[in-house]
């Protein structure tokens, strides 16, 4: 479908963040995203399902794609490229199940049977720049990597973007075939990682990666310093800390050339491992990196499902993206809950609860019940939740209701989630970790 010109956004919650964090701090940020945490009962043994073990191979499928668009053309999704190792970290149960619905599916299609094997759920950065000025009148392209267990027979892989008003908006379908000569197989890590929470094994526990970015070989004992600060925050709230057996985090060391990360609204560029930089979209607290296939490729063969990339810099930044990435400045004053926040987007999939007078967006319309499960605009069949709405949330004032006067969603310095953010966590934890009942 053709992309209008003043796209509504989705990408859950860069904007949102950005624009209330400027608001209310001088130094600010924002972004998104993700990761890590917590946890509390013994992980439960489970054993993988007969399904998966009928449709895949405990290997994972590397899937490299470009996606594309603006300027007046329809937004496409192409195939990049394929890797394979051994080794899948990730859910063996609820295959065709989504932990949230996403602002785009990836999906394991079975050719004869047209059955789904497995499906997973994304947002991405390429959404959110359709919905920039400068997507009305150019195109570009933008990398997204995902991974997939390996399909042990030929399978139609499909991905799926949806708009704002949850329409599909772009898709491509692409053949896997096992025989494929051209095939990559990754033999080994190519760094070793180093676990600074271990639960279980990683087919049992989610399992966060810690990366970084501007950090030099020397500063290696300050990267792990601030993976350790940064995860032990996140475990720090609920519900991770009750569930906090049921996650494993790891980081690895990959050096960069140059200590720090790019200011392009400072004129500073910096050779950092993965190219990231501040100024996404002009926005001087957006932190992303266009380089996703170089970050995956220093991290193929790791057991990893969430990534973290810590930014060397104090400056005050960041993004998360659900089920994608999430990048925050490490050596900032609001590193911390900025991290927290990030990650209730990137692996708790919540939206941002600010808002903002004379900086509203609309990015959620007002006759659309948004997919994430902490705001409302009670356009659902059924109340998003018990108890009461507070008008305002979803960078509107009006017109979009969120569960709580405050939240982690909304203030950097509200120590803790709402009981309905609480819950949706905990019920992604739930879904990523919980066997199903035989
Ligand atoms: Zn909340």
Redesign the pocket.
Known sequence: MKIPAHPLSFCSSLYTDYILMTTLKSHILHLLIALILLPATAMQASSPSEDFTTAFADSTLRVDLIMSGGGGIEAAISLQGLKKWDGWAGRRHFLNKLPAPGNGTIEVIDPLSADTLYRNSFSTLFQEWLSTDEATDTQRAFENTLLLPLPQREAEIRVTLYDARHSQMASGAFRYNPGDPLLPTVRAPHYEPTYIHRSGNPDQAIDILFIPEGYTAAEADKFMEDARRISSEILSYEPYRTYRDRFNISAVMIPSAESGVSLPHKGVWRDSAFGAHFYTFGIKKYLSSPNMRRLHDAIDALPYEHIVLLANTDEYGGAGIYNNYLMTAAGNELSLPVSVHEFGHSFGA?AD?YFYPGKETDQYPLDVEPWEA?ITTNHGASPKWEGPQYEGGGYRVKGIF???ET????DNDYPE??P??SSAIEKIILFYTAPPAE
């Open positions: 919540l609860e902490n969120r569960p709580s939240c982690r969603m909304r989630f709402c309905v953010c």
